[in-house]
């Protein structure tokens, strides 16, 4: 306990007096919270807003107030709460934009499945956290349009226009390859459902989260290889070799946390056992000299070494601990920190976490410190993650 008790403490200290008064420095009086900072820590006050990591720090600072009841917390929940009622909601067509300027005028009407996911995602923790009912209503009527909107009968149709007609899906499709649906959102729709479902324990909520389980036990992981599977096509047939460490390590705890809830023992059994085969297999393939690689895309190993990968190796193998009481997912939990706290924390006055890193823990690529993508969802829930599961482990020893 020893060893977890100072990752706890050292997991507050970098929530608190770091990454919570890096992000609470952004916010923009004009509402929401500035979009861009560049590698060279500066901020453009008129770089557009991203709906993503608007909805993301709505859930950040709504769960910095439920783990540590900080008012100043709730107020800037409150703010990213208002922000994304005022501006990111259409009011016509239903559902959140992808992108409005600095004034919160939309300039990409797009729809993405992904990006509704996470509004409920935030619109969820911040009616946990102070009880406002409006932020559950929205959360349900996105929850709605998804459920009727965004489905089809292979599984989630990802990318609309303003009006809900389904366009290309450039958004979610990287490396080369031109995707129709992937596990990508399909995991941040679990994790959405699991936390709407945690909140309001309603049966439609939970059903189509156990639907959507399966699909990723059906349909997206390879029980062969121990890998989810990442771009597929409209049936969700796979189109490409590629092996996402971060998703998968992700997928770990996300996919355990959803059955917590499901009250499904046959279901929970599988994907427990999923679950474990797939840390196991990061840890075997990805996992070099303390930190993650990125991915391999048809065998080629990118050794990037990603913020946000990172930080859900922590939680991944944290939560393989839990299951196994196994030390040494705990000694690879202890190692990670210690590089993250090395390598990719900035060390420089004003800033936060580097995008990424080279294998030999130098930001080459100068990526910024916050844009679109960027954001305190990633690293704060790792710290938030690590604290509560402290708890939970020394209560059931």
């Known amino acids: 306990m020893e060893r977890l008790n100072l990752l706890r403490n050292e997991m507050e200290v970098e929530l608190l007096n770091h990454i919570m008064p890096f992000w609470s420095r952004l916010r923009d009086p004009r509402g929401g919270f500035y979009g861009y900072v560049d590698?060279?820590?500066?901020?453009?006050?008129?770089a557009n807003k991203g709906v993503i990591l608007n909805s993301r720090i709505l859930w950040f600072y709504s769960n910095i107030y439920l783990i540590t009841g900080q008012k100043e917390a709730l107020k800037l929940a409150d703010h990213a709460f208002d922000f994304l009622i005022k501006y990111c909601i259409d009011e016509k067509y239903g559902g959140v934009y992808w992108m409005l300027n600095m004034d919160g005028i939309p300039c990409d009407e797009m729809k993405h499945t992904y990006n509704q996911a996470f509004a409920i995602y935030g619109l969820s923790s911040y009616y946990a956290a102070s009880k406002n009912s409006s932020a559950?209503?929205?959360?349900?009527?996105?929850f709605n349009i998804i459920e009727t909107r965004c489905i089809d009968d292979c599984g989630y149709v990802e990318a609309f226009d303003r009006k809900w007609k389904p366009i290309d899906n450039e958004k979610l499709s990287e490396d080369g390859f031109h995707a129709a649906k992937t596990m990508n959102t399909l995991l941040h729709i679990i994790e959405a459902y699991t936390e709407l479902y945690r909140i309001s324990n309603d049966n439609h909520v939970g059903e189509c989260l156990t639907n959507a389980v399966e699909q990723c036990l059906n349909k997206v992981y390879n029980p062969q290889t121990h890998i989810l599977g990442v771009y597929f096509d409209k049936k969700m047939?796979?189109?490409a070799d590629v092996y996402s460490y971060g998703h998968d390590i992700e997928a770990s705890w996300l996919l355990d946390r959803a059955c917590e809830l499901l009250d499904n023992e046959q279901l929970t059994a599988k994907i427990e056992l999923m679950t474990l085969e797939m840390a196991d297999k990061?840890?075997?393939y990805a996992y070099k000299d303390g930190a993650l690689n990125n991915q391999s895309i048809n065998g080629i190993v990118d050794t990037t070494r990603i913020w946000w990968v990172q930080a859900e190796s922590v939680v991944g193998f944290l939560n393989a601990y839990?299951?196994?009481k196994d030390e040494a997912y705990l000694d690879i939990t202890v190692s990670l920190w210690k590089y993250i706290k090395t390598y990719i924390i900035d060390k420089r006055e004003g800033s936060e976490w580097y995008w990424d890193v080279n294998d030999n823990g130098e930001p080459v690529n100068k990526r910024p410190i916050v844009e679109p993508w960027k954001c305190p969802y990633h690293n704060g829930r790792m710290c938030m993650e690590v604290m509560k599961r402290y708890e939970k482990i020394r209560t059931d020893l």
């Open 237 to 239: 047939n796979s189109i």
């Open 282 to 284: 990061v840890l075997q």
């Open 39 to 46: 590698f060279d820590l500066h901020i453009d006050k008129n």
């Open 322 to 324: 839990q299951k196994t």
């Open 136 to 142: 559950l209503e929205l959360a349900n009527q996105i």
